[in-house]
């Protein structure tokens, strides 16, 4: 009877192999084995060397005693090894968890243990001190890897070429969690994001067949790869693309890379392509390469779109997601980037083939066309639930939609603008603004070259609408230009009661404005600490 029971549960199991991450970048490899992959700094790799190393780690994983359902995670900038080394434990049926590595070491150390992390990989040079800290923190981190020497840590690369190289056998399976990834924490600790692989592979397929790709990728990444970046090269590599890792955003570096490597393809966040559009460099360079920018984190101004679509040409495709269900909940092609309606520009697209997209109200009803409500997503790309978060769990997939907290408004032609996250809401005098609207305004003044709005304790109104701008080289404005500006353009209301001149807007490690670190000095006492 044991036996015919043990047979039921193999058949059971071997009936849901497949349809994996790792099963769709073995065939990958096989079928690309000749091309070239990736490259860094300091590294060239075929699609056929790319297999291999990630064969090895694989080798060096099981000799560690690592085991299926275990969980992995990655402290290190963009290098090709990275790209290995996850691809490896998702092969292997390990759970993987990126980190930021512009995060706190507090962040990466809690992230380590609420995932449950049992081997950490860290880059020595950058954060070998940091992740022996963490490794010798953490009870459940039992291996601890860097990519070269290390004190206290086993040498991945050197093991790796000792080890005969283990077989490119997927050993996951439809039910395996392949990906832990967590929420950027700016309300409060990180969340872990889990998702399976069907919600991957049809973030990817859809990558692959909505966006506007280049026949020939050559792909220039330089953010990290462990988040948006990362997600991109995906289908960059099920296409048999290149891949060029940078260490991060240097204009001067990007152009370089751009003319000289002859990439025709990156991912950005807007201050990227706001600060490329104010370098002085830029009209030397030769970009001519350059055939497709996505970019998304954060939403663009349509004024600074329209002068960046003069400046590259029509190569910009947004994409709207976020951690819950990544990339694909939107998209606005090449041929929505029209400047002869510049408000579909202020759009972040139409829905994904694969999703279903609402807007709705407080309680869950559909808004008309032009009414604010938040933006609400069900289907194959949204995340099985927070981990070990139940209750967080059912309030954000209650109703059975994922609650994506970011207010919009639908146009007649299904177009949805994302008015701001709601709560950001600034709330002035009993009247709903939001900061998004005065930045759009803001940014349309041409002595700005990027803006952030918070709302500011305020005896009268209950709050205040408070601005940080930073100027365009040798621009100069006054305060009392800018609030007519914004009066003009929006009404009183919208206009800020103060503004302040910064050198640079603070960003988060995503790229998206830090309006956590704005609200600190007018807040902290309030406790809003929300962004």
């Known amino acids: 009877m044991n036996e015919v029971r043990n047979q039921e549960q193999n058949e059971a199991h071997n009936a849901s192999m497949g349809g994996t991450v790792g099963q769709m970048m073995i065939n990958t490899i096989i079928r690309h084995a000749e091309r070239p992959c990736l490259a860094d700094d300091n590294t060239h790799w075929s699609y056929a060397e790319y297999g291999d ?9 099981k ?9 992995l995670s990655i402290l290190a900038g963009n290098r090709v090894e990275v790209m290995a080394a996850s691809v490896a ?3 292997m049926g390990l759970r993987y968890t990126p980190l930021h590595p512009l995060a706190s070491e507090d962040d990466h150390t809690f992230i380590i243990e609420d995932a449950e992390i049992t081997a950490l990989i860290c880059d020595p040079t950058s954060f070998g001190e940091r992740a022996v800290r963490i490794a010798q923190t953490v009870k459940t981190v039992r291996t601890l890897f860097s990519f070269g020497p290390l004190e206290n840590a086993h040498d991945l690369l050197a093991d790796a070429k000792t080890v005969t190289p283990a077989p490119l056998k997927d050993e996951a399976d439809a039910d395996t969690i392949a990906y832990i990834a967590y929420t950027g924490g700016t309300t409060g600790r990180p969340k872990g994001v889990v998702h399976k692989p069907r919600g991957l592979i049809t973030a990817i397929l859809h990558m692959i067949s909505d966006w506007d790709w280049p026949d020939d990728i050559r792909f220039l990444a330089c953010t990290p790869i462990s988040h948006a970046a990362g997600a991109t090269s995906w289908p960059v590599l099920i296409r048999g693309g290149f891949t060029r890792l940078a260490p991060g955003f240097n204009p001067k570096r990007f152009f370089e890379l751009i003319e000289t490597e002859k990439l ?28 497709t920018i996505i970019y998304g984190a954060a939403p663009m101004s349509p004024e600074r779109m329209i002068e960046a679509i003069g400046v590259f040409g029509n190569v910009f495709v947004q994409l709207y997601g976020q951690t819950e269900a990544p990339n694909v909940i939107t998209t606005l092609r090449k041929i929505d980037h029209d400047i002869n309606k510049p408000a579909r520009l202020g759009s972040c697209g139409l829905p994904s083939l694969f999703v279903d997209v609402e807007v709705f109200d407080s309680d869950m009803k559909p808004v008309g066309i032009g009414e604010p409500g938040e933006i609400c997503v069900r289907g194959p790309i949204v995340m099985v639930g927070y981990w070990k978060r139940p209750e967080e769990t059912a309030e954000a997939l209650k109703g059975g939609w994922l609650h994506t907290g970011d207010v919009a408004v639908r146009d007649a032609d299904g177009y949805l603008t994302i008015v701001d996250r709601a709560k950001d809401m600034i709330i002035s005098g009993g009247f709903n603004i939001y900061p998004r609207e005065v930045e759009d305004a803001l940014l349309a003044h041409p002595a700005i070259a990027s803006a952030a ?14 601005a940080f701008v930073a100027l365009k080289p040798g621009a100069q404005v006054k305060t009392a230009e ?31 404005v830090d309006r956590k670190a704005l609200r600190k000095a007018y807040w902290s006492e309030d406790g809003r600490q929300v962004s």
């Open 53 to 61: 190393t990630i064969a090895r780690y694989i080798a060096v994983y």
């Open 63 to 71: 000799q560690a005693g690592l085991k299926r359902g275990e969980g």
């Open 89 to 91: 434990a998702i092969i």
């Open 264 to 291: 025709n393809t990156s991912f950005m966040v807007p201050t990227m392509i706001y600060v490329l559009l104010d370098d002085p460099e830029l009209k030397h360079r030769d970009l001519s390469s350059l055939q």
């Open 453 to 466: 709005v918070i709302g500011v304790p305020d005896a009268k109104w209950g709050e205040a609408v408070k």
């Open 482 to 512: 800018l609030q007519a500006h914004v009066k003009a353009r929006r009404g009183a209301l919208w206009a800020p009661k103060s503004v302040e001149f910064m050198e640079a807007i603070p960003v988060t490690g995503l790229g998206k």
